[in-house]
């Protein structure tokens, strides 16, 4: 596997979480990266953290990962906005190094918070 910092995916994620006012997001602590070379062709993004135990061995504070696999690059911006959407929503507002699960993380709840995130960006406050 090979990991790289996405610069770009990084700012549409900061300004996404800004727009939906998620502020439990500690964005200094989420970073963005694209993979390549991954076996599965299936899996488009994925969300990382380090637990609790981890976070008290090193010393740090919870950080989260966000992986952008090569599947991500063939899709539209609407879809990977929602992708973009569906990986942040699976940081808790702990942001305490766990993870939301897919009963929030769903289809429905992402398209709500897709919807928002298009009318905020072209100014419609409603
Ligand atoms: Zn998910």
Redesign the pocket.
Known sequence: MKYEYAEDLQNRMEEIAKFLEMEHIAIERVKCFRSSGSSTKRIIARCHTIGKLMQKAIGVKAHYAIEFLERFERMNKDEQDKVII??LM?IPKTFGGGFRQ?DF?CDRNVEIMHRKFANMKRGRFF
Request: charged share 20%; glycine share 0%.
């Open positions: 569906h990986e699976h897919h993380v």
